[in-house]
């Protein structure tokens, strides 16, 4: 027995890595601060930071860093204290979040795409001295009505015009008490350590308030140190020799982002275009014009770029990795993007408590094994374990829940003892997510167990129904969730985007398309076509207002 669960055969995954992967991680830096620094000395004239007007180079960045530790300091945040950090993607994110790492204090993300109850049950929930924001208008009325509702003690406000970039506003007359970083304070010493709480990064709260897990220095730089050793930690990757230049249009705010392009970019010295939002013709152009080696996207964002006009004739030659993450990528848009581009979009699964490191798919497996989310990660150990026996781990092919355990999974959730405790059994930290696993060690996700339906008495996974209803050549979007059936108690029902020029078709036409991809128990009962789909504040489809709205219809609530 290993914490609770029966080891069997050992890490059989290994044997598919990517060529000059290792099988374990370096150590990590041991701080997010030590981490920094450590990239700015070695890469000090490099480009780091392109944003709007401005261009940094890794000393310009630990420059600003330094003064504005310096000045967290002298307003007093510092070591025990958490700092929300309420921001758009600009470059005041990074400037912010290590600075606030170096003052010693803990990080909130916030999202812009937040309501205000979120925000401030975030806050509140965070115990946050202050709030960190931009002088872009919605930021500032939401940080207005914060303070005012006293979830807010503190804004700091900082502006815009500071990287050439539109919209700012300055400091508004009305926000009399509010502060900013114009003044210098003495730089602090280093009190960080491994095992201190670097972020209470909050979960979606697709199943009620969002409850912050608490990521240490030493989980994040772990997951560097993971994906790392996953794609080699050369900090010269290109065929030239030249560093990497990496697209941010992922939300910073959001783990995918903050680890992967942030952390792990900032680690290899690579230079990181921030954008503010995601544009599918501006992200081609940026690719065409700056060079881009490296995009990470969320489904989303995949689909429109693989719909944007005349993509397949755009020169995306400078890609040299492409990964879709945040949420399952559609096996069909997958493929559609390959035949379209040339280029394989490889990925793999993670999660907020995971910082978010936990499985990745190795070059050639997206077609080999279709739909695999991919093998666990260097120095990560994965069960599929049953659900109502987490003790028991299942053998290859038997449908249960993700267990994982590894230096990069979460210490537990803030305030919430209780809710830890359920989270884990011995050292494995029980994720929620249902799948399985075949005898090579490669990984399938199913869903959500929160998501499932319970149809007839079998369980009808709605991701393995939406990825068959993608195959639809009319299909640009779709999401499938459970409602109530007077016969089967509960059946699934689609909603569905269409791509354009196409024409809806009927609930028959789709059952005759799914024939032979779902089971009869599978298949959709209800079909209703949207002009959009919801989204969660990081842009992935989301389930749960759909489920809201329906169960409105009937009148019940939620």
């Known amino acids: 027995m290993d914490g609770g669960i029966e080891t069997g055969p050992a890490h059989p995954w290994r044997a598919h890595y990517p060529e000059g992967a290792r099988h374990d991680p370096l150590p990590g830096h041991g701080t997010v601060p030590a981490l920094f620094e450590a990239a700015a000395a070695r890469f ?44 758009p993607n600009t470059a005041w994110h990074p400037v912010l979040f290590f600075a606030a790492l170096r003052a010693g204090a803990r990080i909130a993300h916030l999202s812009p795409l937040d309501v205000g109850r979120v925000l401030a049950h975030k806050l509140k ?63 602090p010493d280093p009190v960080a350590r491994p095992d201190d709480v670097a972020l209470l990064q909050y979960t979606g709260g697709t199943t009620g308030l969002p409850k912050g897990a608490m990521l240490t220095h030493g989980n994040l730089t772990s997951a560097v140190a993971i994906y790392d050793a996953w794609y080699g930690d050369d900090a010269e990757p290109t065929p030239d020799g030249a560093p990497d230049v990496a697209m941010c249009v992922l939300p910073l705010f959001h783990i995918y982002a903050l680890t992967t392009i942030l952390l792990r970019q900032i680690d290899q010295g690579s230079e990181i275009l921030i954008r503010r939002r995601f544009d599918a013709a501006a992200a081609v152009e940026d690719i065409e014009r700056r060079g881009v080696t490296l995009f990470a996207g969320v489904p989303t964002m995949w689909i429109a770029v693989a719909n944007l006009p005349g993509i397949e004739t755009r020169d995306l030659s400078s890609l040299r990795l492409c990964a879709s993450g945040g949420a399952p990528l559609p096996v069909e848009v997958g493929r559609r993007f390959q035949r379209l581009t040339g280029i394989e979009l490889l990925g793999g699964w993670g999660m907020t408590e995971t910082s978010p490191a936990g499985t990745g798919i190795p070059a050639g497996a ?111 979007e779709c999401l499938v969730i459970g409602v109530p059936d007077d016969y089967r108690g509960e059946s699934a029902r689609a909603y569905v985007v269409l791509r354009e020029g196409h024409d809806p078709f009927t609930l028959e036409d789709l059952v005759a398309f799914l024939e032979g991809r779902l089971g009869r128990h599978e298949m959709p009962r209800g079909l209703e076509f949207r002009e959009t789909l919801p989204r969660t504040p990081v842009g992935k489809l989301s389930r749960k207002e759909l489920r809201e709205e329906a169960a409105a219809q009937r009148g019940e609530t939620r």
């Open 44 to 87: 000090a004239g490099r480009p780091a930071i392109d944003y709007a007007a401005a261009r940094l180079t890794y000393a310009d960045l630990a420059a600003r860093v330094e003064r504005a530790a310096g000045r967290l300091r002298a307003a007093g945040i510092g070591p025990g204290d958490t700092l929300g950090l309420y921001l």
């Open 125 to 187: 929930d965070a115990e946050a001295v202050a709030l960190a924001t931009v002088d872009l208008p919605p930021m500032l009325d939401a940080a207005k009505a914060l303070a005012e509702a006293g979830a807010a003690p503190r804004v700091i406000v900082c502006e815009e015009a500071e990287w050439g970039a539109e919209g700012g506003l300055g400091v508004p007359d009305w926000a009399e008490g509010w502060e900013t970083l114009a003044d210098d304070g003495p730089a």
């Open 366 to 476: 997206a077609t080999a094994k279709s739909g695999t989310v991919g093998v666990p990660l260097p120095g990560i150990e994965m069960r599929i374990v049953d659900h109502d026996d987490p003790g028991r781990e299942l053998p290859p092919g038997e449908t249960g829940e993700f267990a994982i355990r590894g230096p990069n999974i979460t210490k537990g959730y803030w305030n919430r003892p209780d809710e830890t405790a359920k989270a884990f059994h011995g050292d494995w930290f029980l994720t929620g997510d249902v799948g399985y696993r075949d005898a090579d060690g490669f990984f399938w996700l199913v869903d959500r167990k929160s998501d499932l339906i319970l149809s007839g008495g079998f369980n009808v996974y709605p991701q393995m129904v939406e990825q068959a209803i993608y195959e639809h050549p009319a299909v640009a």
